[in-house]
């Protein structure tokens, strides 16, 4: 599947302009990382696109995100990799990220709405204002940005990335593509 056949998918279930922001960074993040791994950067952004395409319709039943996407996309003829990964980015299926693929995604999930937060609160509501420092000095701070796990972020630690390196590596691919964030 190619991107724009992806993002019209992606449409086709979701409706929320915020949810949609979160995917597309979740998408460019996962497209950065990917070549660090020497994993193909076209289907780690497909997976990122389409990690929450089941959100809306899962929303009164939160174990079921992840699996509905699953069946989504594997109707829609999408591999076997992605399909896992889809499963196991919500902790609440139960399914446990196994591959590099999987895993990176689990991190990257919470990360992208971490940015957000921070770009949100510095004084140009931009992501070309953040750096490091405020976005570790953040990172601190317990009663921040609580809906984003930070052990679950701290999982790339699993991937061989230390926190420092992967804030780093999904801020720049968020910059990348602020004017579509709206940030």
């Not at 994993?39 to 809306?56: K, S, T």
């Not at 929303?59 to 992840?66: A, I, R, W, Y």
């Not at 902790?91 to 971490?114: I, M, Q, R």
């Not at 796990?149 to 699993?158: G, Y």
Request: glycine share 6%; charged share 20%; hydrophobic share 40%.
């Amino acid at each position: 599947m190619n991107r724009n056949d992806a993002l019209a998918l992606l449409k086709k279930y979701l409706k929320n302009q915020n949810l949609l922001k979160h995917c597309l960074a979740c998408e460019a993040i996962m497209k950065d990382l990917a070549p660090g791994y020497n994993q193909d950067p076209e289907e780690w952004a497909l997976v990122g696109l389409l990690h929450d395409i089941d959100y809306e319709i899962t929303k009164d039943c939160p174990e079921s995100h992840g699996i509905e996407g699953a069946r989504i996309l594997s109707e829609a003829g999408l591999s076997d990799n992605v399909i896992a990964a889809l499963r196991s980015h919500n902790p609440a299926t139960g399914h446990v990220p196994n591959s590099v693929l999987e895993k990176a995604l689990y991190a990257v999930d919470p990360v992208s709405g971490f940015i957000v937060a921070c770009a949100l609160i510095h004084p140009n509501r931009t992501l070309s204002g953040l750096d490091l420092d405020f976005l570790f000095n953040r990172f601190k701070e317990k009663s921040f940005a609580r809906g984003a796990d930070r052990n679950q972020i701290q999982t790339c630690n699993d991937l061989q990335l230390n926190l420092n390196d992967f804030l780093l590596i999904a801020l720049h691919a968020m910059q990348k593509i602020s004017p579509q964030l709206g940030l």
